[in-house]
């Protein structure tokens, strides 16, 4: 009896659990660089960065805008998000649940792993 509870506990977590949700942290790192290759400096979501380097963003259902301080560089760059493709694990193995977790979280979502501002 105790080891039947104790299945239908571990299934249920599993089962109500999006991958993505589990895999992903809630936010993701983006190398931000510059295309002539000197320093930038700005800021994402209201957070200041110096680049090249790595910049933390959080995961969420909306795109990310680069906006640039450094003369000669775009003064924006648009950043999209993507599906990351753990979300469909779930969508395939009948996880309903699990996906509605990854969209309710929002870890479901992903940018490119490389940013670069264009500058003269």
């Known amino acids: 009896m105790k080891k039947t509870a104790l299945f239908t506990s571990l299934f ?3 089962a109500l ?3 993505a949700s589990i895999l992903n942290d809630k936010t993701q790192a983006i190398n ?3 295309s002539n290759g ?6 994402i979501d209201g957070a200041t ?4 380097g790595i910049v933390n963003v959080t995961r969420e259902n909306k795109n990310k805008m680069v906006l640039v301080s450094t003369e000669g560089c775009a003064k924006e760059t648009s950043v999209e998000k993507s599906v990351d493709p753990k979300f469909f694990i779930n969508i395939l193995s009948g996880g309903a649940f699990g996906s509605t977790t990854d969209y309710s979280t929002e870890k479901m979502w992903r940018y490119s792993e490389n940013v670069v501002v264009s500058c003269k």
Do not use: H, L, M, N
Request: a positive charge.
């Open 49 to 52: 960065f110096k680049a090249p």
């Open 38 to 43: 000197k320093e930038i400096s700005g800021t």
């Open 12 to 14: 249920a977590v599993f």
């Open 32 to 34: 931000v660089s510059a």
């Open 17 to 19: 659990s999006g991958c």
